[in-house]
């Protein structure tokens, strides 16, 4: 059920920040991918919390955007352990999130997350979050799939 252990889905481009998407849905996945697809970014994804931590510790990905709650490693428990070793700590961490927005937020902190997102959010915000986790300035244009009034949503 969920995305493929060690799935990509970009070809090797050394130049790019790496992007790991961590979620056990496939469709949200997907829809994570479509929004950040304009070559910009390599693009990774795991479908579980101890299937993302391997490839944190393999691929060294510059941002990791995850789900708070999966079966198995809990995205908060990942961030948690991703900020603990010195290895990976400089990661940074999006958790997405359709827990309750104040409680999942809190939790988020604790575990050390560098930014949050409430579900059902904008493509937009997405692409922000990314953005601003990369460094990135944000002065591009829009990006065309965020163009139209829907949210993604798990």
Do not use: W
Not at 19 to 32: G, N, S, T
Not at 74 to 95: H, M, N, P, W, Y
Not at 116 to 133: Q, W
Request: proline share 5%; glycine share 8%.
């Amino acid at each position: 059920m969920g995305a493929s252990a060690f799935q990509k889905t970009d070809r090797r481009k050394p130049n790019k920040q790496k992007v790991l998407l961590v979620d056990e849905d496939d469709r949200l996945i997907k829809l994570l991918e479509l929004t950040l697809e304009d070559g910009r970014y390599r693009l990774l994804n795991a479908g579980d919390g101890v299937v993302g931590l391997e490839m944190v510790r393999k691929e060294k990905p510059d941002l990791l955007a995850l789900d708070a709650l999966m079966p198995g490693k809990k995205g908060f428990d990942l961030c948690r352990e991703i900020k603990a070793s010195s290895s990976t700590a400089g990661t940074r961490v999006v958790i997405l999130s359709g827990l309750d927005e104040r409680e999942a937020r809190h939790s988020a902190l604790e575990a050390g997350d560098d930014d949050y997102l409430a579900k059902p959010f904008s493509p937009m915000d997405l692409i922000a979050k990314v953005e601003r986790g990369l460094g990135l300035d944000g002065r591009r244009r829009p990006h065309p799939l965020a163009v139209p009034a829907h949210s993604l949503s798990a």
